[in-house]
């Protein structure tokens, strides 16, 4: 073995390392577990960030598998690692993210009492996730796939005593399920064509005059996407994302940015000659996208809880994602999906920060506690909302610039035009988000001063080593949003050489626009929600009916419950019935029966010992009669 | 009617006696006596059989066979030994239910 595959090797199992250990030995020891799990992490983003520099060199590539159970002469099931950029940098990102997490979360569930078990599924979830990037093939790849989705079950409904996390995270999982049901399908049909169906070999068959077939290609490519649009939340299977939020803040920044939903969008790109080799179904992901894109954010416009305000504004970004992607630009939406990863972390442990404090979600309250207090959490919200935004030097704008730039490349007008309308929405929505958290409402400061200050004096006598936890690893990310903006050629080189290299600040027509749009948008939140004497009151929730639709997933939870939900608990039922009624029925009916049965002939058993002799001469006579007719006859 | 068709019907009517007794009375030792009524019905065809109606030796030499009445001593005899235990087991059922009624010797109903 190499050196990059055993670091690939350190990389994954390290953390299943760590967490199996917690899990099985260490839940009595929270503090220990903590340590370990972060000290595992610790290495997978040590490995990872060698690996990166490893293959660093445009063009390389290294594939290393061992088949483990050989089935015929070209079936086999194998493990193996897939090193290249794009999984190198994307192991990076996820245990990067992991690894920051663990360490904030040392604040915010400090005391929690299922805090070893956290970190344990923590872990589990960083393992899934450098298996799913690192794997060379795609029966793997599924693996990895579901592994990250029961992560996530797990994870979402950490506290699984409480009916609303539990609720959630069965959503979740039953919602990606959908999308899953197509993917293994899809994983399938390629592996019956190709055998093993290594990453390079699907590519390659993928290429005009490989081995698959273009209708093949075509129904392999919609089958897998069904997968993506289950786990990135896309499209008509987005809902489980905005009540995901019942899970830890924590948790909640690990899902939107480096795991979970960012499986789909990876494995969009980790196929993407595929894909593109199937014009028709990425013209459908487009659209998919930006309707999306575009459906989420009037969400995000009249959400008041800023876990779902985030959430929103997750899907909407990974809409932008795929849309850079289905436009034909690998680099545009994995770029965007590495900046993106930075940022949504880091507005979310910021949001941990306001909620760990104000004890809500609410940003109305939050705003009533004092929120310019936490320094750190103000700093990662306005840097983070500036980046979702696409302000300038931050990181944000130079992926969302190149997706806009790949979109206007290689799709209609009609479409670019649809997606900055998205980008204004964007810097709309993120601003008053921050204006919303941030300005104490006038009319109502005076009531909530009170409680207020209880919280104040506490914050003003130092804070916790956990707490100061939390504040480093928010500024650590805020920094980061303003330095991976310069990613883009880097990445480009190495992922895409044919593309042409656009550099960080060139400011074309499209480019003037979008900071327009963005402008627009900002200043518009401002007038609304930031300046003195605002009415914070959207142009959108002015509506009632509007902001109704808009706050309820645009009815689609309930068109869902009104159709597909109800008829799966009517098929339920009938099942139910079904066992309940016939195949129970049947065995009771036979143990019933034998019951029944023996007590019947138990009634012979009179215990009267003259009634048997009566019996016993009777037959004898009778016997003795039959016999002497046969014997008569000659 | 032969003369063996005379003992043949009182062999029959004892045996039905006894048959009847053994089925009728509830009491064990009324039970016995009704099998030994039945006992020496079998002896008396024994012994009317092998005598009367032609038995083995009787065509040949003109004798009368004995073995028929060997076997209704040894018949006797059996009788005796089974009464002998019948009687000693229904002692100690009268010792231990305190009883020797059949319908209070049952202990499987169902």
Sequence with gaps: MTGPTLAALLAQFAPLAASAVVLLALRQWPRTAAALAIAGVAVSFAASAWLVAAVAVPGRSLLAQAVFLPLDASHNLAFGVLLDTLSTTMALVVSGITLAVMVYSTGYMAGDPGYARYYGFLALFGWAMQGLVLSANLLQTLAFWELVGLASFLLIGFWFERAAPAAAARKAFIMTRVGDVGFLLGVLLLIRTLGLATIPDVIAAAAPGGALGGRTIGVAAALLLMGVIGKSAQGPLFTWLPDAMEGPTPVSALLHSATMVAAGVYLVARLHPLFLAAPDVMRALLWLAIVTALATATMAMVATDIKRVLAYSTISQLAYMLMGLAAGSVTAGYFHLVTHAGFKALLFLSAGIFIHHAHSNDMREISGHEPRAQRAGVIGLVAGSAALAGVIPFAGYFSKEAILGAVGAGATPLVLALAYAGAALTAYYSFRMVFLTLVPDARTHGLTDAPAHGGTGARTHGRTPGEQAMGATVLVLAALTLVLGYLGPWLQVRLAPGEAVRAPFEFGTGALVALGLVAAGIALAWVEFGRAGAPRIGFLERVPAIARFCGDNWYLDRLYRATVVRWAAALARAAQWNDRTVVDGATDGMANGTVGGGRLLALVQSGNVQAYLTVAVLLLAALAYALGRVTVVP | ?110
């Design chain 2, 1 to 110: 009617m032969s003369q063996l068709h005379w003992y043949l019907l009182v062999a029959v009517l004892l045996f039905c006696i006894g048959l009847y007794g053994l089925v009728q009375r509830r009491s064990l030792i009324a039970m016995l006596i009704a099998l030994e009524l039945m006992l020496a019905a079998i002896s008396l065809n024994v012994v009317a059989i092998t005598s009367l109606a032609g038995g083995d030796a009787e065509s040949a030499t003109g004798n009368v066979s004995s073995a028929g009445q060997v076997v209704a001593v040894i018949l006797i005899g059996v009788a005796a030994a089974e009464g002998a235990i019948a009687l000693s087991l229904f002692v100690a059922i009268q010792r231990e239910v305190q009883s020797i009624n059949v319908e209070d010797l049952s202990e499987l109903k169902g």
